[in-house]
Nanobody, 123 residues
Framework: VQLQAYGGGLVQAGGSLTLSCAASGRSSSSHAMAWFRQAPKKAREFVAA?????????AIAGSVKGRFTISRNNAKNTVTLQMNNLGPGDTAVYYC????????????????WGQGTLVTVSS
């Protein structure tokens, strides 16, 4: 599975941004997809995940719940992270990832990773 993330950029605090991750390759629809982020000098952390097409369901980290929404477009094999009411604390490189199986928030369980896309939120 190959992953291509895009949509990062500079946004003012309180603004919104949409990240997308395009998945390609064999049986990408069978994989759970997730977003992680890594702020400067911090560990990479879970943001959100969406289940494989046949399973359904999503998971959201508490720190972004109510502000971020993850969705999956099965026809286009893309996963979107809609980010609203952004704050400086959301500044990070955002990575999309995939794993065969159920949703997980554990970084080490994801095998496939895309390149990061930088989100910068100015105050």
């Amino acid at each position: 599975v190959q992953l291509q993330a895009y949509g990062g950029g500079l946004v003012q605090a309180g603004g919104s941004l949409t990240l997308s991750c395009a998945a390609s390759g064999r049986s990408s629809s069978s994989h759970a997809m997730a977003w992680f982020r890594q702020a400067p000098k911090k560990a990479r952390e879970f943001v959100a995940a969406v289940a494989a097409v046949s399973r359904g369901g999503t998971a959201i980290a508490g720190s972004v719940k109510g502000r971020f929404t993850i969705s999956r477009n099965n026809a286009k094999n893309t996963v979107t992270l809609q980010m609203n009411n952004l704050g400086p604390g959301d500044t990070a490189v955002y990575y999309c990832a995939a794993r065969l199986g159920i949703i997980s928030s554990t970084l080490s369980e994801y095998i496939y990773w895309g390149q990061g896309t930088l989100v910068t939120v100015s105050s």
